[in-house]
């Protein structure tokens, strides 16, 4: 059984940074897609950011949603199945539930919330993050 879990938010000042963390265990697949989306009250979830992960090799296919791009940053570790979602000059349109999510596919595409769910992702419980003054 996959497992999805999402760490390290909280709240912070407008400005601020904060860095999520999202483990994942109980697979078998040695190529992935992970991301990170967020949800605020009211809207609908969206991808933030979501990056491939081959076992035993560099993280690459980076892609960002317009509105964090050049302030956020998705990295991974291969080895310990974590990829991890640095954010830094935090606004508060930033304020949502981050959720984290896995794929047991290189990404192709993987920019749109439908292609992870009808692609049978499997998805964390979620991190709050607030950013206010």
């Known amino acids: 059984q996959v497992q999805v879990e999402e760490s390290g938010g909280g709240s912070v000042q407008p400005g601020g940074s904060l860095r999520l963390s999202c483990a994942a265990s109980?697979?078998?697949?040695?190529?992935?897609?992970m991301g990170w989306f967020r949800q605020a009250p009211g809207k609908e979830r969206e991808v933030v950011a979501r990056?491939?992960?081959?076992?035993?090799?560099?993280?690459?296919?980076?892609y960002y949603a317009d509105s964090v791009k050049g302030r956020f940053t998705i990295s991974g570790d291969n080895a310990k199945n974590t990829v991890y979602l640095q954010m830094n000059s935090l606004k508060p349109e930033d304020t949502a539930m981050y959720y984290c999510?896995?794929?047991?596919?290189?990404?192709?595409?993987?920019?749109?919330?439908?292609?992870?769910?009808?692609?049978?992702?499997?998805w964390g419980r979620g991190t709050q993050v607030t950013v206010s003054s």
């Open positions: 990056i491939s992960m081959i076992s035993g090799t560099t993280s690459y296919a980076r």
């Open positions: 999510a896995i794929m047991a596919q290189v990404c192709s595409g993987q920019t749109e919330v439908s292609q992870w769910t009808r692609g049978g992702a499997s």
């Open positions: 109980g697979f078998s697949s040695r190529r992935n897609c």
